[in-house]
T-cell receptor, first 114, second 116 residues
Framework: DAKTTQPTSMDCAEGRAANLPCNHSTISGNEYVYWYRQIHSQGPQYIIHGLKNNETNEMASLIITEDRKSSTLILPHATLRDTAVYYCIVRPSPYNTNAGKSTFGDGTTLTVKP | DTAVSQTPKYLVTQMGNDKSIKCEQNLGHDTMYWYKQDSKKFLKIMFSYNNKELIINETVPNRFSPKSPDKAHLNLHINSLELGDSAVYFC???????????????FGPGTRLTVL
């Protein structure tokens, strides 16, 4: 899997947008960018994923640069319950023999403050 | 309804003991996984089963033996527990391993294992 680098921690004011960056400069053409988060003492939770195009769902938006070497997860209106560790991982295409072998990195601890 | 459940939630045991952690998913998924999260919060895949068949076996001591009696269950048995086995173990499942364009994993709540 391509390695990812994320800032260790970030703060965000409640109600504001939280923008979490991720660098994945060694990503290859068939690898997807996935975002998960882990709220304290719970299992990781899927947020969103993408390949090339920007994606949006009910939880967040994912902006992937044109060269695919970095991405940004956007939580449009952060709430206190969004305080968690956010993991950006790069995973091979499901058709790749390495599919599923994703290891989560250190992640970014996002703290949403009132 | 709990999608992915694990038992027990906490497990405290002595070095050298043998213990098992159970995982069940009611999502109808074909693939299940075991992850280990150490004290540094690094989450690393250990095993994956697809339709009861082992497909991923990362570099894990052979004291760890997964067993999948059916595709809804993936249990983890650990022999001769060591101090370094202390961690949180997460089970996860996904719909399809190779066919879908997504491989969204759903995680269980975790089992905190403490070896004394």
């Amino acid at each position: 899997d391509a390695k990812t680098t994320q800032p260790t921690s970030m703060d965000c004011a409640e109600g504001r947008a939280a923008n979490l960056p991720c660098n994945h400069s060694t990503i290859s053409g068939n690898e997807y960018v996935y975002w998960y988060r882990q709220i304290h003492s719970q299992g990781p939770q899927y947020i969103i994923h993408g390949l090339k195009n920007n994606e949006t769902n009910e939880m967040a938006s994912l902006i992937i640069t044109e060269d695919r070497k970095s991405s940004t997860l956007i939580l449009p209106h952060a709430t206190l319950r969004d305080t968690a560790v956010y993991y950006c991982i790069v995973r091979p295409s499901p058709y790749n023999t390495n599919a599923g072998k994703s290891t989560f990195g250190d992640g970014t601890t996002l703290t949403v403050k009132p | 309804d709990t999608a992915v459940s694990q038992t027990p939630k906490y497990l405290v045991t002595q070095m050298g003991n043998d213990k098992s952690i159970k995982c069940e998913q009611n999502l109808g998924h074909d693939t299940m996984y075991w992850y280990k999260q150490d004290s540094k919060k690094f989450l690393k895949i250990m095993f994956s089963y697809n339709n009861k068949e082992l497909i991923i076996n990362e570099t894990v001591p052979n004291r760890f033996s997964p067993k999948s009696p059916d595709k809804a269950h993936l249990n983890l048995h650990i022999n001769s527990l060591e101090l370094g086995d202390s961690a949180v173990y997460f089970c996860a499942s996904s719909q399809d391993f190779t066919g879908a364009s997504t491989d969204t994993q759903y995680f269980g709540p975790g089992t905190r294992l403490t070896v004394l």
